[in-house]
């Protein structure tokens, strides 16, 4: 987002004496243009940038100038902290012991109330209720390797069961739908894969010190992709589930059957996420067209009470 690339930018200025426009473009991975026009935008707010070229330019503001703690709004401070004590859930250090004490420094007194209401009004807390507790210490590792440009191994289990060793560069950070994968590139597979952390066992950093490649960001929206694939379905459930199944879809798609069920028009693709989906509802879903996924459904349900008769 550029509000808060803007924003990382003047803390680095403020932190740094000078730092050059392609060091930047590489920290924010963006072109050099767009970080001179982020320097236009942060002039014309009031903050004086000044370049200068050369071996050892770059940008730096000018020295006499000493920030006012009212460029940043009460909502914009509320957000930065809201962010950081997001992610001070799960990932510790200096970098966000420094960054609270920063931007608690632009907080003028008469505004620290306000501020720290607006701050506490949403909470996001990333750290599981149970399971995998190697999570947090796995993402103070990953994050360590990426400062160092170190690699990583560790073992890897995919989806099928099957483990692998696997030696990684690792290249960024990511929490998607509440899981956290790392984006690196397998030097077993001599590509970039994205590991899920919940399938990483014995995960070491390694003394080797990799040079960093060039790489795109993985594709995290499937939203288009799976518009395409996605069909309706017809499915009967109990008021008892109806929070969950509402994570799927919308309220719209319901209609009430009785007093205690609903007909709902689910989305559906036929791979093993979506019948696992199902099955997930237990006896308080039955798939009611079309007749080949019910059928599907009841062959599985079958299989599955043939494992108990044994």
């Given at each position: ?26 920290r ?6 767009t ?10 707010a009031g903050?004086?940038?000044?370049s ?7 940008f730096?503001?000018?020295?006499e ?7 940043f ?16 859930n ?7 012991i420094?960054?609270f ?27 599981p209720?149970?399971?995998n507790?190697?999570i ?11 400062q160092?440009s ?23 950070l ?12 397998c030097?077993?597979?001599?590509d ?20 960093p ?13 799976l ?22 879809c919308?309220y ?11 007909i709902?028009s ?9 019948y696992?989906?199902?099955?997930s ?24 009470a043939?494992l108990?008769e044994r």
């Open positions: 987002m550029k509000v808060d690339r803007l924003i990382s930018i003047i803390m680095i200025l403020l932190d740094k004496k000078r730092i050059g426009a392609q060091e930047l473009a590489d924010f991975e963006v072109s050099p243009r970080i001179y026009r982020d320097i236009d935008t942060i002039n014309m903050i004086p940038v000044r200068t070229s050369g071996v050892g330019g770059g730096e503001i000018m020295q100038y000493k920030i006012d703690g009212k460029v709004s009460t909502a914009d401070l509320s957000a930065i902290l809201m962010g950081l004590l997001s992610l001070s799960m990932i510790h250090g200096d970098e966000l420094n960054a004490a920063k931007v608690k420094s632009f907080i003028p007194a008469e505004r620290a109330k306000d501020i720290e209401v607006k701050a506490n009004q949403i909470y996001v807390d990333l750290s209720w149970i399971g507790r190697n947090q210490s796995y993402l103070e590792m990953i994050k360590t390797a990426m160092r170190k690699l990583l191994s560790f073992n890897y289990v995919d989806r099928y069961g099957n483990q692998t060793t696997r030696k990684a560069e690792p290249y960024q990511v929490l998607k739908s509440s899981h956290w994968y790392f984006q690196g590139y030097l077993n597979r001599n970039f894969r994205l590991f899920r952390l919940s399938r990483i066992s014995n995960l070491l950093i390694q003394e080797d010190v990799f040079t490649r060039g790489y795109e960001k993985p594709q995290l929206d499937f939203t288009d992709i518009k395409t694939l996605q069909t309706k379905i017809k499915i009967r459930i109990h008021q008892s589930v109806m929070d969950r199944v509402l994570d799927y919308t719209e798609h319901f209609s009430p059957d009785g007093d205690e069920h609903y709902v689910f989305p559906f693709i036929e791979n093993e996420y979506y696992n989906v199902l099955f509802f237990g006896d308080k879903c039955e798939c009611l067209e079309p007749v080949h996924i019910r059928a599907e459904m009841k062959r599985r349900i079958y299989h599955i043939a108990y």
